[in-house]
């Protein structure tokens, strides 16, 4: 635990020092270019990826980088409220969807239920991602070789969420004007490459 706090430290000594002017500016106003939808797993890190500074990214992140369909609803939606307020409030210019190599939310889509019986939200949450699922099972290929699996499950999806954006009317509007974009990328955490998916070729090409 002390590490953590060590950190905070190091941050208010060192680092908040060297972007104070930014921080300054940030501290009663923020305009992000982008929403950054990603994964909450721990070795995914947005800013590092993207070489973006405090201000420029808002961050939304969950299990498999999942957009729940639209809907009106009384209820708490954390995911959904957080994409509005990012359109809607703070008009970003784009939208990315950035899912991972060894995704263990995508990879958990083939579990049994006995093996997810101790986490029944996860398994809620993840019936979002099953049109993909449907996809990969109906592939002999796919099945039998569970390596290709993992990455074209990864990418699936990824297409799967930002497909889902679309279902949000105010999304769809931008979008059809050409007001905002939607991105997807897939990031390979052992070699760092990062590929984005060509809407036209409908394939995922490497950023360099």
């Known amino acids: 635990m002390d590490y953590l706090f060590e950190g905070v430290k190091e941050f208010s000594t060192k680092d908040f020092n060297h972007f104070r002017e930014l921080f300054?500016?940030?501290g009663?106003?923020?305009s992000p270019h982008s929403l950054f939808i990603g994964c909450s797993d721990s070795r995914i890190v947005p800013h590092l990826i993207t070489k973006t500074l405090p201000g420029e990214l808002f961050i939304i992140r969950n299990i498999a980088n999942v957009v729940p369909y639209y809907r009106s609803s009384e209820e708490y939606l954390s995911t959904t409220s957080a994409v509005e307020y990012a359109v809607k409030m703070l008009n970003v210019e784009n939208i990315i969807v950035c899912g991972h190599s060894n995704c263990g939310g995508c990879n958990a889509l083939y579990l049994s239920d006995d093996e997810l019986k101790e986490t029944p939200h996860t398994r809620k949450w993840l019936e979002l991602v099953r049109p993909v699922k449907e996809r990969i099972e109906k592939?002999?290929?796919?099945?039998?070789d569970t390596v290709k699996r993992e990455w074209v499950t990864e990418q699936l999806n990824i297409v799967e969420q930002m497909n889902h954006l679309l279902s949000y009317p105010y999304i769809l509007e931008r979008y059809n004007k050409k007001e905002i974009n939607?991105?997807?990328?897939?990031y390979i955490i052992e070699t760092g490459e990062i590929f984005n998916y060509d809407k036209e070729e409908h394939l995922f090409t490497i950023i360099e």
């Open 24 to 26: 300054e500016g940030l």
């Open 28 to 30: 009663k106003k923020q």
């Open 139 to 144: 592939d002999p290929e796919l099945v039998k």
């Open 182 to 186: 939607i991105l997807g990328w897939y």
